[in-house]
């Protein structure tokens, strides 16, 4: 009898009728029991009993996208439990921050685990989507998913936005000064824009409330909703890209063809097919253990990465938001300062056309790139071009967003950030 | 299936399982330990050395290690010091080293209404040492230095009538007397050129304080402000009361305690009941009552207390008033009362006052001093101005202007003074227009004061 200890003792309560009745299939010990098992249960159903080898290889997905949706469980769990000492009060927002620190028992690492994920989810999913392009995941049949996933980018833009204001610090509040200022050079709607968030003309107790409820319940509710759809079409769309999917993947039912008199199952109707079809099944492992065991092993490295990070280094807190103090420079938050860069030349241009048409052209992108080629590899020849344009503006997105954090001092004039900086006079 | 490919799986999850739990033990250790937990185990040692009896040792034990606080909601603080200064309030720690030493003289402002940081400033909400005492980045109020803890008493209470603070009223009116009302605004008076003063104690160090008197121009570049030669008592005056200007209000509770009853607030409130008006100080002012000049050597301090509670009790068919003093005011009046055996504070009180020593007290509450001089004798440097580099001395101001015009030009100011030289910068100092804070009667007695300035018997000078 060579079986761990831990795993004797588990199949004994498996055993059991209570633990039938929770887990009905159990810790699966032939082929046909990992199948039942990624079907039965409500948490893996949404992937397949089978998996290709192809999408496991992490040299592929590097699990970015599985990364974004660890760190977004992490910041409700987090999000959660702070919502238990938080007040959206202007009063004492500031002072929760403080009791956080000094006498809440780990309240602190609370406060730095949401706030680093907060970055890193930021980071990640900027990376997921260059993963993405950077094979041609986003072609046919998964355009729409490539739309949904640019709508996430920017949820977790407005996530970490509007979380931002929330600690009420003098950081808090001029990067949200700043941030809602930039909203307001669009024309035409963006002062309406910039009034209706604010709540005001000024970021005050009503921005704060506003900021509050965008961060605790609409935001992740649409994000919630919309991660969901996002991995159900990833499993409906046939898992992830690969080199060898035929190029005619999907063959939409025309039910106009079909005759008219007859019974139809539901396999005849579905759009698509299983992941099975027209694929050689020495591709195909069992996602009981292969996928599953490699997307715990995930979790656990990136919640001891998020630990590691809230143990050791403290989320920021400035003096008390102090609306007649601006710091010199007032700068927005670091995933903003491209942007804010951008302004600084052309309030209009840089905050709005630009980055206007950059959102535009992300969600166009898979209608006018109709390419079949390419497809499943990465920085693969026959997309040189698109590969090339695209690095160019990741390019120029991340040299503007240096240049705002690290070489923009008092007035925004040039600094070099290996100088010291020089002394800030203030008006007298 | 093939098990070699499961077993690696098992031993990735034995690696990060670990890795994960480690950290959770460390987080949970380092969350665990907070300084103020080592105060609290001398303080039950210390406890536990000073027990005589077993019964008091074992309760000495007893003692819980917790965060002590002192919750001031009017106050918007929290203060939390009590944390690991557990003996403040424990006269038996008299002599004691910090943090177990005891905190005399609490008995007018109790530690449960007042707390600690309302005095000496620092982060209450804190709980470790550097965070706690403020020395820490963004904390804009480190904790006040004990020199100047007098400071503090100024945030609540009239800086002149404290008894306890001579330093804050001495540093009042050096303020008053230098004439700084004449470029900073404080409590809505005075000038516009410099910056308002109402919480600069809050935002300056002491250090930067002294250091902008002297010369400032070295930390504030382009400052207008002339440098200020003060006799270092003076300066550490200045430096003390610009520390009480913190815009700390005092609500609820605290400010229906704040009025000391003081000699000063006698006689503010002496000048506004109108008591001139049936009794008279010097000879001057109502013969209904009898005059007050010895007042303080017929009667008693309780006799005149009960007086202003009820004239009819110690006077009956006194035709006086029963005023409603409450029990501070009419032991300010009782103060005031007393003093008046000193010629100077009898003359002082404005309606006893002719114009022109009531225009010298417009002149001193507008700063004017700051910059025409003291007695408007001048020498103030303005760098760059025609009028020899310097403010003007209005000494002999009644010889260029009558009145009439002399009133105009308080009212409009000179915005425009005329340079020396062209190509260097415009003199910084220049007269503000006094419209909007003076009063017709103030400007009335200011003139009256400035054509007094012209020493006597030089009239026929031209």
Redesign the interface.
Known sequence: MNTPFLKRLWQGFERTRVGRSIFRVGLPQS?LE?SQAMVSSFLLHVQPAKVNRHSLRASYSLGLGLVSLYLFLILIGTGVLLMFYYVPST?RAY?VM??L???V??G??LRNMHRWAAHLMVLFVVLHLCRVYYTGAYKRPREFNWVIGVGLFLLTLGLSFTGYLLPW??LAFWAITVGTSIAGYAPVLGPKLKYLLLGGNVVGQEALIRFYALHVIVLPAVAGLAVAVHLWRVRKDGGLSRPDEPADLVQQVELSQLPVNKTYGLMELARGRTPQVDQNPEDQV?SW??LV??E??LF??V??MV??L??FWNAP???LANPIHPPNPAKAPWYFLGLQELVSYSAFWGGVVVPGLLVLALVLLPYLDRGRRGVGRWFARERAVANSVFSLCLLVAVVLTLIGSLFRGPNWGWVEPWKSTPAI??E? | MNDGSVRKFYGWFTVLGLLVGLLVVVGYYRDEYREWKDYQRRYVQEEERRASTPQQRAQAALIPIQVRQILLPDLNRVDRCTTCHLTVDDPSYGGYPQPLAYHPLHEQHPFEKFGCTICHRGQGRATTVADAHGNVAHWDEPMLPLRYIQASCGQCHQAADNPGAPELAHGQAVFEERGCRGCHKLGGVGGVIGPELDRVGARRSPDWLKQHFLAPATVTPGSAMPPQKFSESDLEAITLFMLSLTGEGAPGYYASMKVIPSAGEGQRLFQQKGCIGCHSIGNQGGKIGPALDNVGLRRSPEWMIQHFRDPQTVSPGSVMPRFGFTETEARALTDFLLHLRDQKVALSLPSLMGPVERGREVFRKYGCAGCHGQDGKGGVPNPNAKTAQQVPGLTYVADGYTKDELKARILKGQHEIPALDANRPPPPLYMPGWRAAIKDAELDDLVAYLVSLKPKGEDAGF
């Open positions: 082929n990992r009063e002072n403080k009791d620190q000094f006498v028992s780990a602190l690492v610090d003098q069992f253990p292969h065991f490699r715990l092993l656990l490295l919640t001891a630990l590691f809230a143990i807190l400035e003096e006079t203030e007298h």
